[in-house]
């Protein structure tokens, strides 16, 4: 029986990259696993727009009306995803689409329903795309293992690869970058656990087109905490005060 892994691409502002990580993901024999691509454009004003149309005979193409950010974006591709797990691509180079065959072999040998590409684990990877970003992944990362009783490595890596059924019976609500800690916390407090296996990586920075800002590590920092048992457990206490 054919499996499938669903690619959901979000994409803003992308015009001298995706056509060039299409072809990336093109490239990649996941052997028994076809690929479901969907691509969604928030509102690109680059030119984006135009080379996607050209390409909606081959794949699954959404438009956002405006600009909502990458959890939006998302959203809307798990919607329409059909595969047996969905993986999250980002429309730049800065990762490999050729270690999907990595996370899909580690969900097979450990039954797992959720696994993340780590680039800490590669130890070939010595660049990041600036101190301060570096910083930020690892302060989230720590604060994650500490709130949720994890051993990640790298929560706010692009590639996070679920079980489809898993991932459509979690409330997502995150617009932009918050997505990462949000649906990390959702899937913790599942009781799942999170494997990981090291990926490739090739930063850029922000004269590149990195789009993350300060202010999007506050968000995932207050994500995270808002999403604990304990804060959930204030917050119904509190309704039923009001109540």
Not at 90 to 98: G, H, I, K, S, V
Not at 133 to 161: E, H, I, W
Not at 212 to 239: C, E, M, P, Q
Request: some cysteine; aromatic content about 12%; proline content about 2%.
């Amino acid at each position: 029986m054919t499996k499938k892994l669903s690619i959901v691409i979000p994409c803003y502002n992308e015009k001298n990259t995706i056509e060039k990580i299409l072809t990336k993901i093109e490239e990649v024999d996941l052997g028994e696993f076809e690929k479901e691509i969907i691509i969604v454009d928030d509102f690109s004003t680059d030119g984006t727009r135009d080379i996607l149309r050209a390409l909606e005979n081959r794949y699954n193409i959404l438009y956002n009306k405006e600009n909502r950010g990458k959890g939006y974006s998302l959203r809307r591709g798990f919607e329409i995803a059909s595969g047996n797990f969905v993986i999250v691509q980002d429309a730049d180079l800065e990762y490999n689409p050729q270690n999907y065959k990595d996370l899909l072999q580690e969900a097979d040998k450990r039954g797992a329903r959720v696994v993340y590409g780590s680039r800490e684990r590669n130890t070939e990877n010595k660049k990041h795309s600036g101190f301060s970003f570096y910083l930020g992944a690892l302060f989230v990362t720590k604060l994650t293992n500490v709130l949720f009783g994890s051993r990640l490595t790298d929560q706010p890596t692009c590639y996070k690869m679920f079980d489809r059924q898993l991932l459509n019976s979690i409330d997502l609500k995150e617009e932009r970058f918050g997505f990462c800690s949000e649906v990390t916390a959702k899937v913790l407090l599942k009781g799942e656990k999170i494997y990981e296996v090291p990926i490739d990586y090739y930063p850029r920075n922000k004269k590149e087109g990195k789009k993350i800002k300060w202010r999007d590590g506050v968000r995932a920092a207050y994500v995270l905490i808002k999403n604990t048992k304990i804060a959930s457990f204030f917050r119904r206490l509190f309704k039923r005060k009001v109540l």
